[in-house]
């Protein structure tokens, strides 16, 4: 039996906020580790923020009924930006946050060489047992 959407999301909410929960202190340390710890860190940020700001990316009918998720997406958007400028901040990091959107395309079925390994990779154990539950 499929869970109803609300449950999917609160499960998906609680997965999202263990995982910022560990990565936050992460990037702490390595921020305010050495030279090369917040070199580094800082490069992938600079080059990984524009390819996060496509998950905003509009569906192909924004707004419509059903998908009111996604009907606010600017606003989802600018939230998050600022949250995320908010914390580099904090830790002395200026990023470029007006950088355009890259890889997008995803909400249209357009993927780059690399999602066919990664979705087989995240898949395999619904492939293997497709009544397991997590």
């Known amino acids: 039996m499929t869970a109803p959407p609300a449950d999917l999301a609160a499960k998906a909410l ?3 906020e263990y995982h910022l929960a560990h990565a936050v202190p992460l990037v702490q340390r390595l921020l305010q580790g050495t ?12 080059r990984l923020f524009p390819v996060a700001k496509s998950l905003f990316e509009p569906t192909a009918a924004p707004g419509r009924s059903g998908d009111a998720s996604m009907s606010n997406a ?6 998050w930006i600022g949250a ?5 901040r904090s830790a002395d990091l200026v990023i470029d946050t ?26 395999a154990v619904l492939r293997i047992d497709p009544a397991a539950q997590w």
């Not at 030279?35 to 600079?46: H, L, W």
């Not at 995320?84 to 580099?88: F, N």
């Open 98 to 123: 007006a950088a355009p959107a890259k890889g997008l395309g995803g909400r249209r079925g357009e993927r780059s060489e690399h999602f066919a390994a990664l979705h087989a990779n995240m898949t």
């Open 84 to 88: 995320v400028d908010a914390y580099l």
């Open 74 to 79: 600017d606003v989802l958007e600018r939230e």
């Open 35 to 46: 030279d090369e710890s917040r070199r580094r860190i800082a490069a992938s940020v600079e």
């Open 14 to 16: 609680r997965e999202e």
